[in-house]
């Protein structure tokens, strides 16, 4: 308890960086402020960058931010801040850690939210600052809708937060106090879960959990007779389909990066839906009762779990 609320004070005096204050980088400063930043004992800041003037000022005129930077002030922000979060699309965020590797603070913690991992395991050498400590991370929360505007802190409340434990050239010792560092502050945000895991893990599980959601949801969208199909919904299209309010280019970039691991989730789903048209089409009843009933078990089953863990 007592080193719990160590973490909390250590992080009360942090200045923290947000890079890209759209949709996940505002709630991400929104979250820090909504917790960390209301403590009677916060002495720390919450700067943010971003290309968009609007946003910026958006975020200090509600007291989100204290600073606001654009793009060419990089150096002076990161030279400031002892944790950063990068909000920025996977490829945009791959360049801006390459560009800025000897910029950060030293002994600074530095994170991504980006949806797929592989893209930086493989530049990892490149893009891990010399003296700061990278720790790639992913918030399993958001909206639908872009900008800064649409940002909430309460977006991560009971949600998961996944990390990547891949120690760099940091001291070990120094690593892990800053991975429980960032688990308290994950904790503070209001996320209720942790998940610690590789890359790889990471993108095969996300590729099945979120992107390939996004492709059904998007392929059940676009196979529709009409646009005024929606009058007879009763609220099953409605839950399926809510993620197909798509960012596009962020999603594009997002399936490319993964093309390996989701296609394979594709063709594994085609393989069920091909079944299951199989049983409809030729009314063999007993075997679509069969999987139908195999499938309620599995999902009660996956739901057990999750409340397990």
Do not use: M, V
């Given at each position: 308890m007592s080193e719990t609320i160590s973490l909390e004070k250590k992080?009360?005096?942090f200045t923290y960086g947000i890079v890209g204050l759209g949709i996940m980088g505002g709630s991400i400063?929104?979250?820090?402020?909504?917790s960390v930043g209301q403590s009677n004992f916060f002495s720390g800041k919450i700067l943010g960058l971003d290309r968009n003037t609007e946003s910026l000022e958006a975020?200090?005129?509600?007291?989100?931010i204290d600073e606001g930077f654009l793009p060419d002030q990089n150096k002076i922000m990161l030279s400031q801040c002892d944790f950063v979060f990068v909000c920025l699309y996977p490829h945009?965020?791959?360049d801006f850690l390459k560009e800025n590797r000897n910029n950060f603070k030293d002994n600074a913690i530095i994170t991504d939210i980006s949806g797929v991992k592989n893209l930086l395991e493989i530049n990892y050498d490149e893009?891990?600052?010399?003296n700061a400590d990278f720790i790639m991370g992913h918030p399993m929360a958001g909206g639908e809708k872009e900008g800064f505007a649409s940002s909430k802190g309460e977006f991560f409340i009971n949600h998961n937060y996944i990390l990547i434990d891949k120690p760099n050239n940091i001291a070990s010792k120094i690593h892990q106090e800053n991975v429980e560092t960032f688990k308290t502050l994950i904790h503070k945000m209001g996320f209720s879960k942790i998940t610690v895991t590789d890359s790889n893990t990471h993108d095969n599980k996300i590729g099945f959990t979120s992107q390939l959601c996004h492709v059904v949801a998007s392929a059940m969208v676009e196979s529709a007779e009409d646009e005024q199909i929606t009058s007879f919904g009763?609220?099953?299209f409605e839950d399926l389909t809510r993620i197909a309010m798509i960012?596009?280019?962020?999603?594009?970039e997002l399936f490319l990066s993964n093309k390996d691991k989701l296609v394979n989730h594709i063709e594994n789903f085609k393989k069920q839906l091909t079944l299951m048209e199989e049983y409809i089409q030729n009314e063999k009843k007993d075997e679509l009762c069969a999987l139908l009933t195999d499938v309620r078990q599995k999902r009660i089953k996956m739901q057990q779990n999750n409340q397990k863990s």
């Open positions: 992080l009360s005096t400063a929104k979250a820090i402020r909504n975020a200090k005129k509600e007291q989100i945009a965020i791959l893009i891990c600052p010399p009763g609220g099953s960012n596009a280019p962020l999603w594009t």
